[in-house]
């Protein structure tokens, strides 16, 4: 009797530290999934900031330069389409990701063609408001750089706790998937020619 005791005493230890085990896993892959997702939501923010910026940006080079509405439009439907694409960051695919950075290079793109109009008004660019502008457009584009490497890092925590034996098995149990990473734009690898 005494025998039989002991042993479902010590079925139910060894059962009790798997199942210690498993939620411990399981509670540390949510933990880092939050994270992934909070870390999305900040590169969200900065690109909202972005959107936010260009009416503004686009008014104040209209008042100069009349004649380049197919630049205004180039930039108004560029953050249109970039407005559209939108992730769920628990269910992110490389695609999606890739879509999105897409979206918003054509913008940054649409983005730089109206600075290089700018850039022909000297007067513009003395205008005190522009320059308000440019600095919170470049303060932006600074926070969005900082927010999509605190994204890839905290993915990359993630993806690489999930991988890892034991892990995976609980991530594998519990449907915990791999997070996409931002990639360098096309063409970064290589450098600008610059002529003089």
């Known amino acids: 009797m005494k025998k039989n005791i002991l042993i479902t005493v010590i079925v139910i230890a060894v059962l009790g530290m798997i199942a210690g085990w498993l939620i411990g896993r ?39 330069a009349k004649h380049e509405q197919e630049t205004y439009t180039g930039v108004m439907e560029a953050r249109a389409k970039a407005t559209q694409v939108t992730i769920d960051p628990s269910n992110a695919t490389p695609e999606q990701l890739a879509a999105y950075q897409n979206a918003q290079g054509e913008l940054s793109q649409a983005l730089g063609r109206l600075l290089a109009v700018a850039e022909r008004y000297p007067e513009l660019k003395a205008n005190e408001e522009f320059s308000k502008l440019m600095d919170q457009l470049e303060g932006t584009e600074n926070r969005i750089t900082f927010a999509r490497n605190t994204f ?3 993915a990359k925590e993630f993806n690489t706790y999930i991988r890892k034996f034991p892990a995976n098995i609980v991530a594998s149990i519990f449907g915990f998937q791999y997070k996409p990473y931002f990639k360098a734009e096309e063409g970064a690898e290589k450098a600008p020619k610059v002529e003089f």
């Open 26 to 64: 399981y509670n540390t892959m949510v933990t880092m999934e939050e994270n992934v997702e909070n870390a999305w939501g900040q590169v969200e923010n900065q690109y909202q900031r972005r959107m936010d910026l260009i009416p503004n940006l686009v008014s104040s080079v209209k008042g100069y």
């Open 152 to 154: 890839n890092d905290t």
